[in-house]
């Protein structure tokens, strides 16, 4: 009965072992391969103080910037508002790396607008990244 003892004991020692060092791989790998992005802290930092008490929509991917239960992602009839999108097609991609999610997203909302030549719109800001390509804050007037 001892000796049965300090095997299980001795199993469970190397497994939990195994498991530590499966996870510290699997984080130094994560963190190796996204070195590089800029943080959502970053991203927020650098829009906040131009979309605050405005109407404003875009990519659902950019809710993080201004988070609020009025984010449009359909184009208002009337107003004016503040638009957020990027060059870089997100539907498939993780928020947290440039590499394509292993999810496929099926469902494509049909009701996003991207800012098109015939709207009248100024651009704010533009601000250049990895993770998203380029940014564009627009405000748009109907």
Known sequence: LIKNYFKSKNFITITYLLFLINNLV?????YSQNFGNIS????????IDLVEKENIGGDKIFWFIYPNLNWMNKKPSKGNYLWIESDMELRNQSTLSPKKSIIKSKIMNKNLIKID???NKSLIKEMKNTNYGNIKLWRIKN
Do not use: M
């Open 26 to 30: 699997g984080n130094t790998y994560i």
């Open 40 to 47: 959502f802290k970053d991203i927020r930092s650098e829009f």
């Open 117 to 119: 030549e015939e709207t």
